[in-house]
Nanobody, 125 residues
Framework: QVQLVESGGGLVQTGGSLRLSCAAS????????MGWFRQAPGREREFVAA????????YYAGSVKGRFTISRDNAKNTVYLQMNSQKPTDTGVYYC??????????????????WGQGTQVTVSS
């Protein structure tokens, strides 16, 4: 069983930055592809970014490419999402997700097996 705990959400102004963290409680963290999703009120959960278990390849949704950066520290069992140049449309609950040695890139929520509880990000205009 994998437990994921997100942190780092909050309120930021348009153009600002936040860094989300997701700590995983699993011994083989380096074998898990990690992803970030978000869900705005009244909307479906959408893919944001993913980082592969092998080689560190990354993949982004078009709406965040060039503004967000996903990274991981396998020694700390943690994945990060650095969010820059934020927009009001980035507002939502951000979820961390994990899947063991998945195909690449996993962009559907159904492809992930484990989820965190979510952290709220609000970007004010």
């Amino acid at each position: 069983q994998v437990q994921l705990v997100e942190s780092g959400g909050g309120l930021v102004q348009t153009g600002g930055s936040l860094r989300l963290s997701c700590a995983a409680s699993v011994r083989t963290f380096s074998r898990y592809t990690m992803g970030w999703f978000r869900q705005a009120p009244g909307r479906e959960r959408e893919f944001v970014a993913a980082i592969a278990w092998s080689g560190g390849s990354t993949y982004y949704a078009g709406s965040v490419k060039g503004r967000f950066t996903i990274s991981r520290d396998n020694a700390k069992n943690t994945v990060y999402l650095q969010m820059n140049s934020q927009k009001p449309t980035d507002t939502g609950v951000y979820y961390c997700a994990a899947v063991y040695e998945s195909r690449w890139p996993p962009v559907r929520s159904s492809e992930f097996d484990y989820w965190g509880q979510g952290t709220q990000v609000t970007v004010s205009s």
